[in-house]
């Protein structure tokens, strides 16, 4: 997304793992939500993969995609998109790591009274969107930050056959993810990211009268 006057809009953080692309489309669509939003700008980042030879280490800088995430991200940010692939129903391992490598924001409440959201990708149509939503939220709430999910005033919502939750947003991509997101699911996409920028500016009107 944009990268120019993070310093003048309201930073959102878009953070996601995606193995094979899916979970990073549904991101940059959420990312196109948030920048729809006057004053509001996405900043997506990802999260490396989790190795289980201990001698394995990633590139400072993916070789595609958004940078890997650092803590200064949950500082600056004023809402948080947060996406994973789902694993047996729940996030994947990557993501995990991360959040469990967060105790020391926890404890100064960085992230306490932001809004935040979730958002999915799973290879089959009943492969565990909600649950992997669900468990996506767990240290959202720990952090104490407001979680949001999308409202039946979207009539996406009752048409899609793909993905799109109460919970979050979803896809279903397919084993190979082949799949490409449904007109419903991109819809659902942008409007989370876009009910998500709305709120953080509303939560937070001293910066936005700062900004004008």
Same mark, same amino acid.
């Given at each position: !997304?944009?990268?120019?006057?993070?310093?003048?809009?309201?930073?959102?953080?878009?953070?996601?793992?995606?193995?094979h +692309?899916?979970?990073?489309?549904?991101? *940059?669509?959420? $990312? #196109? &939500?948030?920048?729809? =939003?006057? &004053?509001?700008?996405?900043?997506?980042?990802? =999260?490396?993969?989790?190795?289980?030879?201990? *001698?394995?280490?990633?590139?400072?800088?993916?070789? *595609?995609?958004?940078?890997?995430?650092?803590?200064?991200?949950?500082?600056?940010c004023q809402g948080?998109? %947060? @996406?994973?692939?789902t694993?047996? $129903?729940? !996030?994947?391992?990557? !993501?995990? /790591?991360?959040?469990?490598?967060?105790?020391?924001?926890w404890?100064?409440?960085? %992230?306490?009274?932001?809004?935040?959201?979730v958002?999915?990708?799973?290879?089959?149509?009943? +492969?565990? #969107?909600?649950?992997?939503?669900?468990?996506?939220?767990?240290?959202?709430?720990?952090?104490g930050? %407001?979680?949001?999910?999308?409202p039946?005033? %979207?009539?996406?919502?009752m048409?899609?056959?793909? @993905?799109?939750?109460? /919970?979050?947003?979803s896809?279903?991509?397919?084993?190979?993810?082949?799949?490409?997101?449904?007109? *419903?699911?991109?819809?659902?996409?942008?409007? #989370? @990211?876009?009910?998500?920028?709305e709120?953080?500016?509303?939560?937070?009107?001293?910066?936005?009268t700062?900004?004008?």
């Open positions: !997304m944009n990268s120019s006057n993070i310093n003048v809009n309201t930073p959102i953080l878009v953070l996601y793992y995606s193995r +692309g899916s979970t990073r489309k549904l991101a *940059e669509l959420i $990312g #196109q &939500g948030i920048d729809a =939003v006057a &004053g509001c700008e996405a900043r997506l980042r990802t =999260v490396p993969a989790v190795s289980t030879v201990t *001698e394995a280490s990633a590139p400072d800088i993916p070789s *595609e995609g958004a940078p890997y995430v650092e803590l200064a991200d949950l500082h600056e948080l998109a %947060l @996406g994973s692939p694993r047996f $129903g729940n !996030m994947a391992s990557a !993501m995990k /790591y991360f959040w469990d490598g967060t105790s020391t924001d404890l100064a409440g960085t %992230l306490a009274g932001k809004p935040a959201c958002f999915t990708s799973t290879g089959s149509l009943h +492969g565990g #969107q909600e649950s992997t939503l669900i468990s996506m939220m767990t240290p959202l709430l720990h952090h930050m %407001l979680v949001m999910g999308l039946y005033t %979207l009539p996406e919502l048409t899609t056959a793909s @993905g799109g939750t109460p /919970y979050g947003a896809h279903w991509s397919g084993m190979n993810g082949t799949h490409p997101i449904s007109a *419903e699911s991109r819809i659902l996409a942008i409007a #989370q @990211g876009r009910r998500l920028a709120t953080a500016l509303k939560l937070n009107p001293k910066r936005n700062a900004r004008a």
